[in-house]
């Protein structure tokens, strides 16, 4: 495999290579591509609790995905020749934490240090088409987690067709559902209501998928779909609220993106405990489905901070 720009590096990542409008939520901080397949990112959370609020003292996992996921755009445009205006579309994601590597110390931030490597590049003439991407992070040399995910790039005119008439994002966004009313934060594990993105039903274990289009962190651009972010972040929440009264940490989850969630259509949640994985951990399924489809499932492997 050759990339197009052999062993660049940067040492800034400017917001629009990780599709972020706001420059205070880009978390990677630096970038040198190492060999063909394989780069070294540098990662900063030094301003990103008040995003990412600490809870029970421990890190949120969902602060590791996105710190992953804004490695995605950065690789497409910096080394894989994707222009920008291109859309990458989740397949599927799983990450595993170490739950002792999260202990959190806002006070003295560490820098995170993000191994990439690139497998099974498809290439559309100078441009890659599809990614698959395994990542090893480290904390001052701690492992922190892994992620592996696999991802497909569109140009703007074939994501236009396939969104069958849903591809405006501003448009799609003035359409979307009013906002539901929230569970309750302790519920959910959440801090606030603001941060509540399930909505309960008179269903046990099911909720409507709550979407506030002006979220600083899920909408901090427009998007004609609910986010893989926003998807996630409700995969946490409802695996929190079944394993109640406990306090749980969602130390790794299991991810595919079936097909995407639409803003003006209800998207309902369905969560349901099932067999402990082999070290005895709990685990949660978590299914949405819309008009009838599956669009999205995870499973949530939980483990305490104590």
Avoid at 76 to 84: D, K, L, Q, S, T
Avoid at 268 to 273: N, Q, R, T
Wanted: glycine share 4%; with cysteine; proline share 8%.
């Amino acid at each position: 495999m050759s990339t197009t720009a052999s062993h660049q590096a940067l040492t800034s990542v400017p917001q629009d290579l990780v599709h972020k409008d706001n420059p205070d939520q880009v978390f990677l901080s630096r970038y040198e591509q190492t060999a063909d397949d394989t780069f070294d990112v540098t990662a900063d959370w030094s301003h990103a609790h008040a995003l990412f609020p600490v809870r029970d003292r421990h890190d949120d996992p969902m602060l590791l995905v996105e710190t992953v996921r804004q490695t995605f755009p950065l690789l497409c445009h910096h080394a894989f020749g994707v222009p920008m205006g291109h859309h990458l579309l989740w397949e599927d994601f799983r990450y595993s934490t170490s739950v002792p590597a999260l202990v959190a110390d806002p006070d003295h931030p560490t820098a995170l240090d993000l191994e990439v490597t690139c497998k099974n590049v498809v290439r559309r003439g100078p441009r890659a088409a599809a990614l698959e991407l395994i990542i090893i992070v480290r904390r001052a040399g701690i492992h922190l987690g892994t992620a592996h995910t696999r991802f497909t790039i569109q140009a703007p005119a074939v994501y236009q067709r396939l969104r069958l008439g849903r591809a405006d994002a501003r448009t799609m966004m003035e359409e979307a559902l009013p906002l539901a009313p929230p569970a309750p934060p302790q519920e959910v594990g959440a801090n606030t209501f603001h941060d509540v993105v399930l909505s309960p039903t008179p269903v046990p274990r099911r909720w409507q998928l709550r979407v506030d289009v002006h979220h600083p962190l899920f909408f901090d651009h427009p998007v004609d779909h609910a986010p893989g972010m926003l998807l996630m972040e409700a995969a946490r929440q409802a695996a929190q609220a079944v394993s109640r009264p406990r306090t749980v940490i969602s130390a790794a989850m299991d991810v595919v993106f079936h097909r995407y969630v639409e803003l003006d259509t209800p998207c309902l949640v369905e969560a349901h405990a099932v067999p402990h994985d082999a070290g005895g951990r709990a685990r949660v399924l978590v299914v949405m489905r819309q008009e009838e489809d599956e669009r999205f499932k995870a499973l949530v492997t939980l483990d305490t901070t104590d």
